[in-house]
């Protein structure tokens, strides 16, 4: 997903950002709608969630088009397999941690180049990740990987000017999630979210918009939570 601070849309919107993963089409299409809100033109790009290096190589293949890029969002999140501990095969260890670390880590290395001083990556992390969650062990812990990469490029990143921080929602009404959960589940999950519902997809663009925008300048090695307070109380 790319967008441009300075308006227009499509190919010919030059690009001032560059949102890539496997976004979920219901969370591509309200972190676009989100980031319009802002005053950034936006278009969602779906990418294929099995073959993650293929989606770095077409941040790279877009070099002459994206001359200058502010904004690198890596949005990979393989959900969708749950397993407890006797459960986990290394099939599914390998599907979620190539999706979450391996996409992230070589989408961003790939975009790295087209970025320039003052830019801002934003990776996605997730509530799980800084909580226990029943049989979602693997997942979380992609997540707190994705965490402590923020923490880590911080430091990477000294001398360049470019920020690196991580947006990390909660239950989200996607698609994705309305057909992988149950509807006592997805009941229960309302529950305990403190703010009592889910969240909006376009709520995490605003917060994506943020960490993108001059006013987050002294921000980096952080975690925004967008999560209704779930993994906060």
Same mark, same amino acid.
Not at 40 to 62: F, T
Not at 178 to 201: A, F
């Given at each position: 997903?790319?967008?441009? =601070?300075?308006?227009?849309?499509?190919?010919? $919107?030059?690009?001032?950002?560059?949102?890539?993963?496997? %976004? =979920?089409? $219901?969370?591509?299409?309200?972190?676009?709608?989100?980031?319009?809100?802002?005053?950034?033109?936006?278009?969602?790009?779906?990418?294929?969630?099995?073959?993650? %290096?293929?989606?770095?190589?077409?941040?790279?293949?877009? =070099?002459?088009?994206?001359? &200058?890029?502010?904004?690198?969002?890596?949005?990979?999140?393989?959900?969708?397999?749950?397993?407890?501990?006797?459960?986990?095969?290394?099939?599914?260890? &390998?599907?979620?941690?190539?999706?979450?670390?391996?996409?992230? %880590?070589?989408?961003?290395?790939?975009?790295?180049?087209?970025?320039?001083?003052?830019?801002?990556?934003?990776?996605?992390?997730?509530?799980?990740?800084?909580?226990?969650?029943? $049989?979602?062990?693997?997942?979380?812990?992609?997540?707190?990987?994705?965490?402590?990469?923020?923490?880590?490029?911080?430091?990477?990143?000294?001398?360049?000017?470019?920020?690196?921080?991580?947006?990390?929602?909660?239950?989200?009404?996607?698609?994705?999630?309305?057909?992988?959960?149950?509807?006592?589940?997805?009941?229960?999950?309302?529950?305990?979210?403190?703010?009592?519902?889910?969240?909006?997809?376009?709520?995490?663009?605003?917060?994506? $918009?943020?960490?993108?925008?001059?006013?987050?300048?002294?921000?980096?090695?952080?975690?925004?939570?967008?999560?209704?307070?779930?993994?906060?109380?």
């Amino acid at each position: 997903m790319g967008f441009s =601070r300075a308006g227009g849309s499509g190919e010919e $919107a030059e690009l001032g950002g560059f949102l890539g993963g496997a %976004l =979920r089409p $219901a969370l591509g299409d309200g972190l676009a709608a989100g980031v319009e809100t802002q005053g950034v033109g936006a278009v969602g790009v779906q990418v294929d969630e099995q073959r993650v %290096l293929p989606a770095a190589e077409a941040v790279e293949g877009d =070099r002459d088009r994206q001359r &200058d890029v502010d904004t690198d969002h890596a949005d990979f999140d393989g959900v969708g397999q749950f397993a407890s501990l006797g459960q986990i095969t290394e099939e599914h260890y &390998d599907y979620i941690f190539d999706i979450n670390l391996k996409g992230t %880590l070589f989408t961003v290395q790939k975009a790295l180049p087209l970025m320039k001083n003052g830019g801002s990556i934003i990776l996605t992390g997730s509530a799980v990740g800084s909580m226990g969650t029943p $049989a979602m062990s693997i997942y979380s812990a992609s997540k707190a990987a994705v965490r402590n990469l923020v923490r880590s490029w911080a430091h990477d990143l000294r001398g360049t000017g470019i920020r690196v921080n991580v947006m990390s929602p909660g239950p989200i009404k996607t698609d994705k999630l309305m057909e992988l959960l149950p509807s006592d589940v997805l009941s229960e999950m309302n529950r305990t979210v403190p703010l009592e519902r889910l969240g909006d997809p376009k709520e995490t663009a605003g917060a994506v $918009a943020f960490l993108a925008s001059d006013d987050s300048s002294f921000m980096t090695g952080s975690e925004v939570f967008v999560d209704g307070g779930y993994a906060q109380v």
